[in-house]
């Protein structure tokens, strides 16, 4: 026993044994792979894209109601187990985790909730493409937006979004304008203060339930800190 948690040398076999945190209390980590590297992950977040605008969401005003900013309403769901992805459009490596994910939770279903945060560390054509994300959520159409940006080549930018919102039937005026909202900032500032809170170095990033997870990793790795997660109450957490 580690902290109160149970270390599984062998089921992890060939990665780092699980570390409890000290904080956030109750959560654990355990690595994974490589990591796109990041830099101040509040800069650019403020309405007008300032990075001189002091974050206005400081990671301990999240506290106490913690699990529901980190997995929205999964944190409330009997029975499954909640995921909190946090990536950048342009990290590479994201690119791959995110369609791994997206798979598997269509794999198992009802078993698992995923809550995908938009974290862009990688310049302003993150920030743009972030952006454009939540604002199409706005109108439902989040997960084909997600999905077209983590597949295209291009790098977002106002023709792009344009041509995108007009081939997916989404209003490209109010997306526009939803873009620049406070409620879009707002749910960027959360996401970036949330990694802070968790002292992500980069993306992607994961929390799992209990465990947080900081980098590229296998399936096989994720299923079964999944299954642990289930058979040993991530909840406690919460």
């Known amino acids: 026993m580690v902290g109160g948690f149970r270390v599984l040398p062998v089921l992890f076999e060939g990665l780092p044994e699980f570390e409890p945190l000290d904080d956030p209390p109750g959560f654990r980590r355990v690595a994974g792979g490589s990591v796109s590297s990041s830099f ?17 969401v400081p990671p301990d005003s999240l506290r106490a109601d913690l699990c529901s900013h980190l997995f929205g309403t999964a944190a409330r769901s009997e029975g499954v187990v909640p995921i909190a992805s ?37 310049g302003e054509t993150s920030i743009l493409a972030a952006r454009a994300a939540l604002a199409a959520k706005r109108q439902d159409a989040y997960v084909v937006f997600h999905e077209n940006l983590l597949t295209s080549p291009f790098r977002a930018n106002a023709e792009y979004l344009s041509l995108l919102s007009e081939r997916i039937g989404v209003d490209h005026a109010q997306l526009i304008a939803d873009m620049e909202s406070e409620s ?7 996401s970036a203060a949330l990694s802070r809170l968790f002292a992500f170095v980069g993306t992607p990033a994961m929390v799992v339930g209990r465990t947080v997870i900081q980098g590229e990793v296998s399936d096989r790795t994720l299923r079964r800190i999944i299954s642990l997660e289930r058979e040993e109450g991530w909840s406690s957490v919460c």
Request: negative net charge; hydrophobic residues 35%; contains cysteine.
């Open 184 to 190: 879009v900032s707002r749910e960027l500032e959360i």
């Open 40 to 56: 101040n992950p509040f800069a650019g977040l403020s309405v007008g894209g300032s990075e001189e605008t002091p974050a206005r």
């Open 86 to 122: 946090f990536a950048d459009y342009y990290c590479p490596y994201c690119r791959v985790q995110t369609k791994r994910l997206s798979e598997l939770g269509s794999e198992l279903g009802s078993e698992v909730a995923i809550e995908w945060h938009e974290l862009p560390l990688l």
